[in-house]
């Protein structure tokens, strides 16, 4: 991360010409921070300050790729930004909300009795079904953390827990309960006349249950931090700071804006509602409402929107198992505003228009290279090698040799997965070529197979003489037999290949039998 004290680095002056005109998505974006601060953000003391870009996590469910690409999308206005201010420094924090209380059991993890007796806890404070951390929650932190690092974006990792249990968050909390008339007066309308009856900005933590509790509240002391409850038919007085309660969503989201001083965050459209009344009460707390893009959500093979809970999307360790880390990047990248299919069936076409345009960089005149998708997703993690680089051979192709060899010849068929991911520049091209020649060579044996068998089959092209008088059927048998000659050669040599390429690739012949043969029905 850029230092906020020291000197941006000059960057060639026709990108950042091309940068402010430019109508990829991204640019379009970061124009909205470039506008909001013009002459750059500044701190307290009138220094440059770091413009601060955040993303959102609920981990009450395994992280799933609608989860992944929200840091990647931010990522990417990120990096325009920097583009249009010529370095300006940035941050980008990845929140957890793991102070949220459990409202179900998720239908994807194990130990679901563990889970169902600690309903209304926070996530945080459950015990982990997997046996493997110190919290349920703690656990799905890691899985995501695990696949950011992976894919090497520079980003600070923040939890709820961790502020409200350290008092980080306790300023913006005794503002939240001085404002406390101020923001009931902007969700009150919002609810239907039964919630209004129970809603509180503020959801203690019970003492004696450990729940989240959802009970309406008096202010008895706002500089304190002492609030007035019912808990199981006993009046308490309990303060909320040092984790012993925490904020409703809405008011929870506009006070983490204005504590923590986000300039940039996105969401999905199921959210618009929301970030409508958290601006709100940003404003009320004494700040404002960060820009933000609305994306459109993603959907199952089935047409519905995929959830955490239910685990009817792709995680990222599924895309990964068929695809690479640079083909999801550019599906997430293409049309944020639209909806997008997510199921292992598109796989196989974003890895090979990933590389089409990979291909295409080098090229490509500066203003169309900011609207090359590849470019953006060359640089979320600092690099800007890799332009120009291309498959010999296409997943689509290697698709449709399974399909004309079948399910059973399917086993010889080497891991595209694997060998698209052994590493960069021409060592990973020419790794790459020798699994793909095995595929080819098994092709030419089946394809001299067939050129054969048609050669037996059909009648000669040339018509016959009148005055040579020879049966057609003559004549197929010695078509036949040149054709059996000519490939003769093609398919020992053919043959000798695939045996010693793919005798190599024991570990990886698995792939398209599951994936394509039995999962698609090739």
């Given amino acids: 991360m850029t230092d906020a004290a020291s000197t941006p680095p000059e960057l060639p002056s026709a990108l950042l010409a091309a940068a402010q005109v430019s109508k990829a998505w991204p640019f379009e974006e970061a124009r909205k921070l470039l506008k909001r601060y013009p002459q750059g ?19 009450s469910g395994l992280p799933h790729i609608g989860t992944f690409q929200e840091v990647l999308r931010t990522t990417l206005v990120r990096r325009a930004y920097e583009v249009l201010t010529g370095g300006a420094p940035t941050r980008l924090v990845a929140f957890s909300d793991d102070m949220d209380g459990l409202r179900k059991v998720p239908d994807n993890v194990p130990n679901a009795d563990l889970l169902r007796a ?10 982990d079904p997997f046996g ?39 300023d913006a909390l005794r503002t939240v309960l001085r404002q406390y008339q101020a923001i009931m007066d902007i969700m009150l309308p919002t609810l239907r006349e039964e919630r209004r009856q129970t809603y509180s900005p503020v959801l203690p933590v019970s003492a004696k249950s450990g729940q989240v509790l959802q009970v309406p509240v008096t202010v008895v002391d706002a500089e304190a931090g002492i609030i007035r409850f019912e808990d199981e038919g006993e009046t308490v007085e309990q303060s909320i700071l040092g984790g012993r309660a925490k904020l409703q969503w809405k008011v929870d989201w506009a006070m983490r804006w204005v504590a923590l001083g986000v300039d940039y965050e996105m969401c999905g459209k199921d959210l618009t509602d929301s ?43 599924q895309w990964l198992t068929y695809g690479s880390e640079e083909s999801l990047g550019f599906y997430l990248y293409r049309d ?28 490509q005149p500066v203003e169309q290279q900011l609207g090359n998708p590849v470019w953006h997703l060359l640089r979320t993690n600092g690099q800007r090698g890799g ?135 090739v």
Avoid at 135 to 150: G, P, Q, T, V
Avoid at 151 to 156: L, P, T
Wanted: with cysteine; proline share 5%.
């Fill in 41 to 59: 953000k500044t701190g307290p003391d009138g220094r440059l300050a770091p413009v601060l870009f955040e993303t959102g996590y609920g981990p």
């Fill in 118 to 127: 600690h309903l209304g806890h926070p996530l945080s404070r459950i015990p």
């Fill in 132 to 170: 493997e951390y110190e919290s349920f929650a703690h656990h799905n932190n890691a899985m995501l953390r695990e696949f950011l690092d992976r894919f090497g974006f520079d980003y600070e990792f923040v939890s709820a827990s961790d502020r409200y249990n350290s008092g980080g968050f306790d």
């Fill in 275 to 317: 970030v409508t009344q958290s601006g709100k009460i940003a404003r009320v707390l004494g700040g404002q409402r960060p820009e933000g893009l609305i994306y459109e959500l993603f959907l199952d093979d089935k047409g519905e929107k995929i959830s955490k809970s239910k685990g009817n999307g792709l995680t990222i360790e």
């Fill in 336 to 363: 944020p505003k639209s909806a997008k299919s997510l199921h292992v069936g598109i796989i196989p076409r974003a890895v090979d228009e990933y590389w089409q345009f990979r291909e295409k960089l080098p090229e």
């Fill in 387 to 521: 332009a120009g680089d291309k498959l010999p051979v296409t997943y689509g192709l290697l698709l449709n040799l399974v399909g004309v060899l079948g399910a059973d010849n399917a086993l010889y068929s080497a891991d595209f997965r694997a060998t698209e991911r052994l590493g960069s520049g021409h060592a990973r091209i020419a790794q790459i070529g020798q699994g793909w020649r095995g595929v080819a060579a098994i092709g030419l044996v089946h394809s001299a197979r067939r050129r054969v068998g048609r050669a037996s089959r059909r009648p000669p092209k040339r018509k016959l003489r009148p005055h040579i008088e020879i049966a057609p059927q003559a004549l197929r048998r010695e078509r036949a037999d040149g054709e059996r000659e000519r490939h003769a050669g093609s398919m020992a040599d053919a043959s000798a290949k695939a045996s010693v390429i793919l005798g190599t690739c024991a570990a990886s012949r698995t792939f398209f039998v599951e994936t394509y043969c039995v999962r698609l029905g």
